[in-house]
């Protein structure tokens, strides 16, 4: 039972950080979009307040209703991507039953980024109150933009649901970020039952980002309902997100990611922009005085030009068309079933299968992605299979 003093406690922090626009409709559309999850990104910011502001005006005109919640507050006014930790890579914590405030007490320090998190966690936990967690009416979003220079991109976790939204917007499409950084935000909401998409803007101080971050905004708010565009708008926002002509709008998959232990002892070679081709073999990046050259050909992805996170790199490929219509009918199928018969195959439980990287087929990885499953490495010799 939570007391008068807790309540207004908790109302003051929400509307610091929470801030809404548009009707309540009684089954009306609900986006919620987060901004400023890293401090040193400000084009959400600014962009949700001008949509903000016009959805006020017109509010009456609304079909639904438009959250904003703003992420790492303390960073956000220091400009900086984070104080202590980074607040887009703790939210795996939330799905264990660990003790989240023992595990992040780092000496006797306890990170800025923890009280954030829960802050936001307590008014996502509202916001979904206020309609019953009613799933499909919800839409998550969130906005980032990149160190390197950059068209706009979403990143999602590969699920029928997430595909559906993010294939409306004509910008290219990562999958499988969630095996690949762990413990974002849009997997605590994926897990959670909810729909969420990743928007990238574009470079972190170019006003093109503020532009293409206002565009996201609008274009997501006209394809759920909540705010119709007319059709000069709607042709305009299509066209600042478009991405230029040598990156094509459709799916990619990260194909190999450089982890990096220290970003101050990690230096990308200058010149390479997002999604920029690499032909196996060149010299890419030092890092800890070592040359790094791309161990294969694909395209750069989020190249690191900053002093802080811990993703050096990665490269990308395009996954052929051909791939993703099989994967959306055999998602559906029957196949789920007999999986457990595959060699090197075991059921853990309705949702999660372990697989022996010793005995199972070649293909495996491969097989489990089809089908809709996230892959991890549990050890050298184990991958975790789990239903998305
Ligand atoms: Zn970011």
Redesign the pocket.
């Known amino acids: 039972m939570t007391t008068d003093t807790e309540t207004q406690k908790k109302k003051a922090v929400t509307a610091k950080r929470v801030k809404s626009a548009g009707a309540d409709n009684n089954d009306g559309p609900i986006v919620v979009l987060f901004v400023g ?2 401090g040193n ?1 400000t084009a959400g910011v600014k962009a949700v307040e001008k949509v903000l502001a016009r959805l006020n005006e017109n509010g009456r005109d609304a079909g639904g209703r438009l959250y904003a919640v703003t992420g790492n507050l303390e960073a956000l006014s220091r400009g900086v991507r984070f104080i202590d930790t980074d607040l ?1 890579r703790l939210w795996e914590l939330f799905n264990t039953d660990r003790d989240f405030s023992v595990t992040h007490i780092e000496g006797d320090h306890i990170p800025i980024e923890y009280f954030e998190s829960l802050e936001i966690k307590t008014a996502i936990e509202e916001i979904l109150n206020n309609y019953n967690h009613d799933r499909s009416r919800f839409i998550f979003a969130d906005l ?2 990149t160190s390197s220079e950059s068209c706009a991109f979403i990143l999602l976790n590969d699920s029928l649901a997430n595909r559906e939204i993010a294939r409306k917007f004509p910008v290219p499409q990562i999958l499988g970020i969630e095996e690949n950084i762990q413990g974002t935000l849009l997997s605590y909401i994926n897990n959670l039952g909810y729909r969420a998409i990743g928007f990238e803007a574009g470079a972190h101080t170019s006003e093109k980002s503020v532009e293409r971050s206002e565009a996201f905004i609008e274009l997501l708010l006209h394809y759920t309902g909540v705010m119709r565009l007319n059709r000069e708008r709607f042709e305009t926002c299509g066209e600042i997100i478009s991405a230029h002509a040598g990156v094509p709008d459709t799916y990619f998959e990260i194909r190999y990611h450089h982890l990096i232990e220290d970003a101050e002892k990690f230096q990308m070679i200058t010149g390479f922009s997002n999604f920029d081709p690499v032909d196996e073999g060149i010299p890419l990046a030092y890092d800890e005085g070592a040359l790094i050259r791309a161990p294969e050909s694909g395209r750069i992805f989020m190249p690191l030009y900053q002093k802080r996170g811990n993703d050096g790199f990665m490269i990308i490929e395009e996954v052929s068309p051909f791939w993703l219509t099989l994967s959306g009918w055999l998602r559906q199928s029957f196949i789920h079933s007999i999986l457990k018969f595959l060699p090197g195959v075991e059921k853990k439980d309705p949702q999660t299968y372990e697989v022996n990287r010793d005995v199972a087929l070649f293909f495996v990885k491969q097989i489990f992605h089809l089908l809709g499953y996230r892959v991890t490495e549990k050890d050298r010799k184990t991958y975790v299979c789990y239903r998305r």
Do not use: A, C, F
Request: charged share 15%; glycine share 0%; aromatic share 0%.
């Open positions: 999850m890293h990104e887009n980032h933009t």
